[in-house]
């Protein structure tokens, strides 16, 4: 008759899987540990102050007027702010880089002239207009402010996300470089305005 303590052979693999299964178990708990402080390490460093402009929900500032892409250049990328800044002959844009069907990034394509989603084909327009579903509305966009030289607000989008014309800058005499400050412009990414719904 067999014992338990003869059944602990080298055949069952009993007595010597002992120091292996303490060293796997050790070695499972190391790493969920490290797992946990660095998940809390990451919630951490997400509410610490100054981290909203870099992880979107920030105001970015673009410069001044005469930084801006002239009217019909090709939509600009910000990626700290993860926006493109859009100047057609109606004003400037600037739409959040998630398309609004199920959130892919979009890119612009400059031989059709359109957004397109890479995921699932939506197209969308220099406007945001939504062009080809499934999307079902336009692109979301985010406030563009104009300020002038001492940061008081001269303009911004209304509610509705109407694009934002920009003031001309004054010519100044041959005689003169600059006839002073030019107003600055800045994309507010706290407050998201939420696209035209244009199919069901």
Sequence with gaps: MQTVDQSCNKKTGCACATPRRRFLTALWNI???????Q????VVRFFQPGN???NGGGVIDLGSITDIPAIGEPPKLYREGKFWLVHTEQGVNAYDTACTHLHCL???NSEAEQFVCPCHGSRFDRNGVVL???APRDLDRYPVRILDAEGSLLRETDEQGRALSLP????PDSDKEIAGPLPRVQVDTHKKIAGIRRHV
């Excluded at 790493?31 to 402080?37: E, P, R, Y």
């Excluded at 998940?39 to 990451?42: A, F, G, I, W, Y």
């Excluded at 001309?168 to 010519?171: H, N, T």
């Design 52 to 54: 909203a402009a870099r």
């Design 168 to 171: 001309v800058p004054e010519q």
């Design 132 to 134: 080809q579903g499934p």
């Design 106 to 108: 979009f890119s612009w």
């Design 39 to 42: 998940s809390l390490l990451m």
């Design 31 to 37: 790493g969920l540990f490290a797992l946990v402080c």
